[in-house]
């Protein structure tokens, strides 16, 4: 049984830091590329990050230069480290994990919220 299980939420205040983690279960991590989506309310989920098998990270305008993503395939887990939090981050964070090829596959973690406010 394939989980991703999200972690790290919570209520910070603009300007603040927060590092989310994606625990990975039921399949070979190092092989999938991760990501990470987030919602906020009445929005269509949007891309946030990615990182490909070989560490190579891509970013969403919106929080380049803010947002750090990255792996450990030992612990099989990827982070999501979040700096200079504004209140428009304010959004339920969802982990991906994509499999490319000839079986493709696709899955998600149940989201961790994340609210910047003061």
């Known amino acids: 049984q394939v989980q991703l299980v999200e972690s790290g939420g919570g209520l910070v205040q603009p300007g603040g830091s927060l590092r989310l983690s994606c625990a990975a279960s039921g399949i070979n991590f190092a092989i999938y590329d991760m990501a990470w989506y987030r919602q906020a309310p009445g929005k269509q989920r949007e891309l946030v990050a990615t990182i490909s098998t070989s560490g190579r990270g891509k970013y969403a305008d919106s929080v380049k230069g803010r947002f750090t993503i990255s792996r450990e395939n030992r612990k099989k887990t990827a982070y999501l480290q979040m700096n200079g939090l504004k209140p428009e981050d304010t959004a339920v964070y969802y982990c991906?994990?994509?499999?490319?090829?000839?079986?493709?596959?696709?899955?998600w973690g149940q989201g961790t919220q994340v609210t910047v406010s003061s």
């Open positions: 991906n994990a994509r499999l490319s090829g000839v079986s493709p596959r696709d899955y």
